[in-house]
């Protein structure tokens, strides 16, 4: 086999400052005197040039080639690329050597120099001993580009948030006494401290400054900037921002609008004005819109009615660029992954303009490779099983872009890049996914409280890419572990579950679960303990939308309270039951966000059967709706209406009181106690529950400052004691504010109600203050 040299492509996020260190992959070589092609290779031998500062163990788990394997050139090739893409070495030769009918692999490394320390020059404001903890750098770390790159980007970040928004940090390498260790140096240029005072347009007619503004991510300085970081001058936010105005302009009609950009005015000490001149022109609409270019794949007839900028329109800049976007989509969904879309826009009087569209086709193309990289931890087949695309398929480029946004929705990774590539065969196009991986474990514990449970004790341990089969490590298998233990005053949490997302390798969901609850907050009158477990299946349909179907069976025991008069309805609940229920439920969820959702919508629908075949205490049958819509308006405010209706048909006797409806409290009805709407027994006034509820919310929210939301809602309901009975003569209802605060251990709500109506008098017991975790699924 002849000698191969081949140039190799760093991830993205490395490339910025660090272009240097990418001459010395030129020099990785693939050397073999012979050619080994399909046969055994009998041991993979990790040699090392010089000091050994990675461990032999992290070499291996960069490679593909394991012992046992047969010879392949191409593996290899992929090999040397991960490995020196891992910023972990600076040289890497693979050679061969004949063992018996197989071959030995040698593989010679020259590894990065480990970190002794860290020094600094330049810096006039901050001490060594200060930027030294920002770096996050730990002695003894193989100094690859990828920690270079995080120290740099946190020394600017800190200095950012100091208001010096035109640092500049660099770095070099100093080699030390002790063999393969070496110093990392960074030599800092602070500039000068500066904080945004006022933000000024000048020439804008069209639209108020106020507008312009609440486009750009600068802020100016105000009284709550400790909280919100307003008045510090990010560089490559600001240059964003004067395209966000421009944007703006283009979005409604004004295309040649133009700016020089935000220039900054000296104000008080330490503080500028930033000025942006604005030269706004006419505003355009659109005349006519046409399609050029030999055209063969799809007429202009199909491709028009797709396009949401069309003639007679004010143009929009944002539209034509989704248009580009959809037809470009048309034409990579049947393999043209070289077409190309240009727009051609020229004046057709005045205020007026044509587009036409000229459109290349290109070739079509079927997959080649699909080669995986960064994956150090979850295992090529979880990443592959999200892949619609396989080798001799028609390429498409939407479902490229599908699969990207696939594997970033596992959460396993920060980044994800899936692209095509020219492959080594002729109308073939390979597909390259470099995924960089991030913690998918989290171990939390603390105290918390909210307005239903007092004080609270909890301990989660959460993994999102577990792996049952792989002991002690348990990761990278793509499964959902959770153990969830909460102790409360009022309530007491358990629960143990797995899920595998891809049951018997199709895209089917099989979930197990143990839980036990104890709760004693329900009622005055009664404490309930539940314990059981569950087993599910969740097929999806499609990407917004699936179905559910859950067994779930558990022992209940209810105990009635000692001060309960013997006339009481109370009476008749308690004792020790057991609930089989068999669930179906239908899902379609379209919101943009599982917290804070500013679009789409959720609805949720299904049937429960408790039934005495199977060991059930009674016949009973759970029918649900529930659903949520989110618009997102002016000023980032956001809309939500939203609501349930819950029904209960006992078929054998009284409904369990762990089965009857309630409304009140944090989830509901904010202006009630929690569970205190509903039909009340006459001997004490507690609540007994009902077998009919329903209720509907409305709120509206407001950013107040970073991170945290103002709301306004009202909330109307009714729980009625019969089934099937919506009756309107008992629905209470209530208004107030409330607070959103997505804080570093959780998002956290606190909301003020005051009932408006209750034809209950005992329910109306005044305001009342809801606090809890917000979270939502």
């Not at 030129?26 to 092609?37: E, I, N, R, S, V």
């Not at 089989?580 to 959720?602: I, W």
């Amino acid at each position: 086999m002849q000698h191969l040299m081949k140039k190799l492509t760093a991830p993205k996020r490395l490339r910025t400052g660090l272009t240097s260190v990418f001459a010395l992959m030129l020099g990785c070589t693939m050397a073999m005197a012979q050619d080994f092609t399909d046969k055994k290779i009998n041991s993979v031998q990790v040699r090392y040039k010089g000091a050994k500062t990675v461990d032999e163990a992290r070499i291996r788990n960069l490679m593909s080639v394991k012992s046992g394997q047969k010879f392949s050139a191409e593996k290899l090739d992929d090999d040397i690329r991960s490995l020196v893409e891992s910023g972990l070495v600076d040289d890497v030769k693979m050679s061969g050597e004949e063992s018996g009918a197989g071959m030995n692999l040698i593989v010679e490394v020259v590894t990065r120099p480990a970190l002794a320390g860290v020094g600094f020059a330049g810096n006039v404001n901050f001490t060594d001993k200060k930027l030294a903890k920002e770096t996050k750098l730990k002695p003894g770390v193989s100094i690859s580009d990828a920690i270079i790159f995080d120290a740099r980007q946190n020394l600017e970040k800190y200095y950012q948030g100091y208001g010096y928004p035109d640092v500049i940090v660099s770095h070099r390498i100093q080699p030390t006494n002790r063999k393969g260790y070496s110093d990392l140096i960074f030599t800092i240029e602070e500039g000068a401290q500066t904080e945004v005072r006022h933000i000024k347009f000048r020439g804008n007619n069209a639209f108020k400054s106020r507008v312009l503004k609440a486009e750009m991510e600068t802020k100016e300085k105000g009284i709550l900037s400790f909280l919100t970081k307003s008045g510090r001058i990010d560089v490559t936010n600001l240059e964003e921002d004067e395209e966000r105005v421009l944007d703006y302009y283009r979005n409604r009609g004004y295309l040649r609008v133009s700016s020089t950009g935000f220039r900054r005015e000296a104000d008080t000490k330490g503080r500028v004005n930033l000025v942006m001149d604005i030269n706004e022109g006419i505003k355009y609409s659109v005349g006519q819109i046409a399609f050029a270019g030999p055209m063969k794949v799809f007429s202009s007839e199909e491709l028009t009615p797709v396009l949401t900028l069309t003639a007679g329109d004010g143009f929009s800049s944002e539209k034509m660029r989704k248009d580009i976007r959809t037809i470009r989509s048309y034409y990579g969904s049947r393999g043209y992954a070289d077409a190309t879309v240009d727009p051609d826009i020229r004046d057709a009087g005045p205020g007026v303009i044509n587009i036409t569209y000229r459109i290349t086709e290109g070739r079509p193309y079927k997959v080649g490779r699909v080669t995986i990289e960064g994956n150090n931890k979850t295992k090529d087949n979880v990443i592959r099983r999200e892949v619609p695309l396989k080798p001799g398929d028609n390429f498409n480029s939407v479902d490229v872009e599908t699969t990207r946004q696939r594997l970033q929705g596992l959460n396993y990774f920060s980044n994800v890049v899936a692209e095509g590539s020219p492959s080594a065969q002729d109308g073939y196009r390979d597909i390259n996914i470099i995924v960089d991986e991030k913690n998918t474990g989290q171990l939390s514990f603390g105290l918390g409280f909210s307005s239903i449970d007092s004080i609270v004790g909890y301990i989660n341990v959460e993994e999102t890419n577990f792996d049952i089969t792989n002991p002690w490590n348990f990761r990278g298998g793509g499964q959902r572990f959770g153990l969830n233990l909460r102790l409360g005053a009022e309530t007491q949490d358990f629960r143990l579950s797995l899920t595998e997302p891809w049951f018997l390798g199709q895209r089917l969901s099989l979930g197990t679960e143990l839980f036990y609850r104890g709760a004693q907050n329900l009622s005055d009158y009664y404490e309930q303990r539940n314990v059981g477990g569950a087993i599910f299946l969740r097929k999806p349909l499609g990407n917004r939308s699936y179905v559910n179907l859950d067994l779930r069976y558990e022992k209940i025991r209810v105990d009635v309270e000692n001060n309960v008069p013997p006339n009481s309805l109370f009476q008749e609940v308690g004792g020790r039951f057991t609930r089989p229920a068999l669930s179906l439920s239908y899902v379609y969820d379209s919101r943009n966000a599982l917290q804070t959702p500013r679009r789409g919508h959720k609805i949720d629908t299904g049937i429960t059967g408790i039934l005495e075949s199977l060991g059930g205490n009674s016949d009973s049958f759970i029918f649900n709706l529930s659903g949520a819509k989110y618009w997102n308006l002016w000023y980032d405010s956001i809309l939500e209406f939203g609501g349930s209706v819950n029904m209960v048909e006992t078929t054998s006797g009284p409904t369990p009181i762990y089965d009857r409806q309630f409304l009140g409290g944090a989830r509901n009805l904010r202006g009630f106690e929690y569970r205190d709407v509903g039909p009340r027994d006459p001997a004490t006034g507690g609540v007994i529950g009902g077998n009919s509820a329903a209720y509907a919310t409305v709120e509206l929210s407001v950013p107040l400052v970073s991170s945290v939301r103002g709301a306004v809602f009202y909330d109307a309901g009714v729980v009625n004691l019969d089934s099937w009975d919506l009756g309107l003569s008992n629905y209470h209802s209530d208004a107030g504010v409330g607070l959103r605060m997505n804080l570093p251990f959780g998002p956290i709500a606190l909301d003020y109600g005051i009932p408006l109506r209750a034809p209950d008098p005992v329910a109306d017991k005044g305001g009342q203050f809801n606090f809890y975790i917000d979270y939502e699924f």
